[in-house]
């Protein structure tokens, strides 16, 4: 898989990188740049060989997404979304399913979900929501069991690629007992409508409109067929839900880098001590993150859900973020005024990396997390408000 899906991704950064001004400038989504990963066979990469797709590793995500964000960090942004999915659906052993008591029709709905991925469909999350953000426990979408399947009712905010995919991961809470969370894969269509509401500073391609619901889905679509599995597996497989967008914001950061030499080469100040050393830092800083992020993953693949794996994949979320934030801020500075001007990249990627330290978990939890860890607590449980 490996050199495949990387040469296929860095094939395609060129040609999400022409397009990434027109649709940060209009807020539209890059419905080229997904043509393309469809083409090239990227949405079945977390897809198991066996169900037809590359059967990645977690690292070999990683090192994908970071390409494809030196193209558009937007795409990548989204399209981490759909690795999730897929990243999660395919990471249920026959061991786990058992542990955690998946029926066997789960398993098999869980297989057509992955084969259709292969085959070219892609997968949304909605999973955040107004006043919760996306704390788990804290959610006010329900979902209630009904002779035709499940209902779902309520609302989801920032839901990257809303309108675009086949279909949406949804998050809900069970309408007759409160603390059972659990996820649903629901399919595109009746039920299901967009509200125009993504007009933000960063990443403004990602189309992550709020996606209301009113829907009821087949007995099949309750992912793990048994209720209440959402906190189970966000603790089990913090990953994805923490240090998969890490990959694509050392992408961003390498971008910023990328594009401030390419202003300073063609400005010809590429001579000046302080730029050079800008650069220089922002270089290190960078590579440092990037090795944080391996290392991480690395661990995901061969202890996933193990303590200190977890540690490293918090420290990956922190890292990426503030790094990308950090390295495309210098990089502005070392281009000057005339890299501030819409439409310039460094522009554009100043803001997309001011996005990566917001993603939850925030940087600002993702270091209270490691704070109570590095004190000898348990930082999943202690602290004054529930991590998922």
Known sequence: MTVYALEAARRLAPRFAARAAAHDRDGSFPVDDFR????AGLFGLMVPRALGGLGASFAEYAAVATELARGNGATALVFNMHASVTGALGAVTEELAEALGVPDEALAARDRLLTAAAQGSWYAVAMSERGAGARLSQLSTVYEPTDEGWHLKGS???????GHADGYLVAARS?????MVSQFLVPAGDGLSVE??????????????????DVTVPTDRLLGGVEGLALVVAQLMPH???????AVYVGVARAAIDAAAEHLNARNLAGLPAVRARLGRADAATAAAQLVVAEAARRVDDSPGDAETNRWVWRAKLLAGTTAAEVAASMLEAAGTSATRRGHPLERLYRDARCGSLHPATSDVCADWLGIAALGGDPDRDGSAPRW
């Open 240 to 246: 994805w839900l923490v240090a998969s967008y890490a």
């Open 196 to 213: 125009p509401t993504w007009d933000a500073l960063g990443m403004r391609a990602t189309s992550s409109h709020d996606l209301h619901l």
């Open 36 to 39: 393309d990963l469809r083409e």
């Open 175 to 179: 309408s007759a007992d409160q603390s």
């Open 156 to 162: 989801k905010t920032f839901c990257s690629g809303a």
